[in-house]
C-alpha cells in the first residue's frame, strides 16, 4: 500500500506559478513511477506528468509541455509538479498517483497508477 497526500493547490491569476506536492508514505516509494492527473468539472481525469522511479526520464501532456515540471526527491517521498505560465484552463483538481511496477518509461494511462491521492484545486482566474 502507498498512501498519497497533494498539497500546494490554490487559487492564483493566470501567467502565475505553484507548486504541488505530494507526499509518500507505505511501501517503498523509490521503486514507484508517479504521475501527476488532473479533473476538470464534467471531464474525465487526464493526464499531466509522469517520471520514473530514478528520475532519468519525465512525459508531459501536451497542453502542459513547456510550462510544467515533474520531480521527485526519493530521500523525501515527494513527488512535485512546478506549474508556471498557467492559464485559466488549467483549472481543476489534481491528482498524484503511484505506479507500483517498475518501469523505464512511466505510464501516461490511469490504469496503471494503483494508488490515488485525495486531491488539491488548482484554480486559475482569467
Known amino acids: 500500500q502507498v498512501q498519497l497526500v497533494e498539497s500546494g493547490g490554490g487559487l492564483v491569476q493566470a501567467g502565475g506559478s505553484l507548486r504541488l506536492s505530494c507526499a509518500a508514505s507505505?511501501?517503498?516509494?523509490?521503486?514507484?513511477?508517479m504521475g501527476w492527473f488532473r479533473q476538470a468539472p464534467g471531464k474525465e481525469r487526464e493526464f499531466v506528468a509522469a517520471?520514473?522511479?530514478?528520475?532519468?526520464?519525465?512525459r508531459y501532456a501536451d497542453s502542459v509541455k513547456g510550462r510544467f515540471t515533474i520531480s521527485r526527491d526519493n530521500a523525501k517521498n515527494t513527488v512535485y509538479l512546478e506549474m508556471n505560465s498557467l492559464k485559466p484552463e488549467d483549472t481543476a483538481v489534481y491528482y498524484c498517483?503511484?505506479?507500483?511496477?517498475?518501469?523505464?518509461?512511466?505510464?501516461?494511462?490511469?490504469?496503471?497508477?494503483?494508488?490515488w491521492g485525495q486531491g488539491t484545486q488548482v484554480s486559475v482566474s482569467s
Open positions: 498517483a503511484a505506479d507500483p511496477k517498475l518501469r523505464i518509461i512511466a505510464s501516461m494511462r490511469r490504469e496503471d497508477y494503483d494508488y
Open positions: 507505505g511501501r517503498t516509494f523509490s521503486s514507484c513511477a
Open positions: 517520471i520514473n522511479w530514478s528520475s532519468s526520464a519525465t
